[in-house]
T-cell receptor, first 113, second 112 residues
Framework: GENVEQHPSTLSVQEGDSAVIKCTYSDSASNYFPWYKQELGKGPQLIIDIRSNVGEKKDQRIAVTLNKTAKHFSLHITETQPEDSAVYFCAASIKGEDDKIIFGKGTRLHILP | KAGVTQTPRYLIKTRGQQVTLSCSPISGHRSVSWYQQTPGQGLQFLFEYFSETQRNKGNFPGRFSGRQFSNSRSEMNVSTLELGDSALYLC???????????FGPGTRLTVT
């Protein structure tokens, strides 16, 4: 079955700097890669996603890149702000088959003042 | 548009008891998935329902079960609770498997 590895587990960056979180997946059939942000006491919130027919997607300060050959995908957050502090999860699934999502273990992002 | 709602938000049960959790998906969404979140294991897929049928199931024992009603609302049941079942149980909904999933706030279950 699918396995998603996520690194680093903890990341501290200075406010205004960029943050990068990296993930790898094992199942070449995976075609959908969402990223979720989870704040304390809340459920995961979808912040951006990418499908396998696209190499990069950007939404304001957030971007995601996908390398299908290497089975890598990454989240980039630029000009980080205090409200970016949260736990971020990458995930992979096979859209069109069912809604089963396999998640990475999460990255706790700290934005330092 | 209202988001995914889950009830109750918090629950304390005793080992050996059973529990039923409820999830109301976003209006128009027909797929409901359940996940268990623990500090040690992270987010793990339990099962998914679409149009009242279980479409996929994760690697959990038979004590974990679920169902979906004709209005797409879903319930999950855990029988013979164990201490290790203490977790945040999350429900997510989508229109169908080609669309993105949105999560509810979760039900925090504590087993004592």
């Amino acid at each position: 079955g699918e396995n998603v590895e996520q690194h680093p587990s903890t990341l501290s960056v200075q406010e205004g700097d960029s943050a990068v979180i990296k993930c790898t997946y094992s199942d070449s059939a995976s075609n959908y890669f969402p990223w979720y942000k989870q704040e304390l006491g809340k459920g995961p919130q979808l912040i951006i996603d990418i499908r396998s027919n696209v190499g990069e997607k950007k939404d304001q300060r957030i971007a995601v890149t996908l390398n299908k050959t290497a089975k890598h995908f990454s989240l980039h957050i630029t000009e980080t702000q205090p409200e970016d502090s949260a736990v971020y999860f990458c995930a992979a699934s096979i859209k069109g088959e069912d809604d089963k999502i396999i998640f990475g273990k999460g990255t706790r992002l700290h934005i330092l003042p | 548009k209202a988001g995914v709602t889950q009830t109750p938000r918090y629950l304390i049960k005793t080992r050996g008891q059973q529990v039923t959790l409820s999830c109301s998906p976003i209006s128009g969404h027909r797929s409901v998935s359940w996940y268990q979140q623990t500090p040690g294991q992270g987010l793990q897929f339990l099962f998914e329902y679409f149009s009242e049928t279980q479409r996929n199931k994760g690697n959990f024992p038979g004590r974990f079960s679920g169902r979906q009603f004709s209005n797409s609302r879903s319930e999950m049941n855990v029988s013979t609770l164990e201490l290790g079942d203490s977790a945040l149980y999350l429900c997510a909904s989508s229109r169908d498997s080609t669309y993105e999933q949105y999560f509810g706030p979760g039900t925090r279950l504590t087993v004592t």
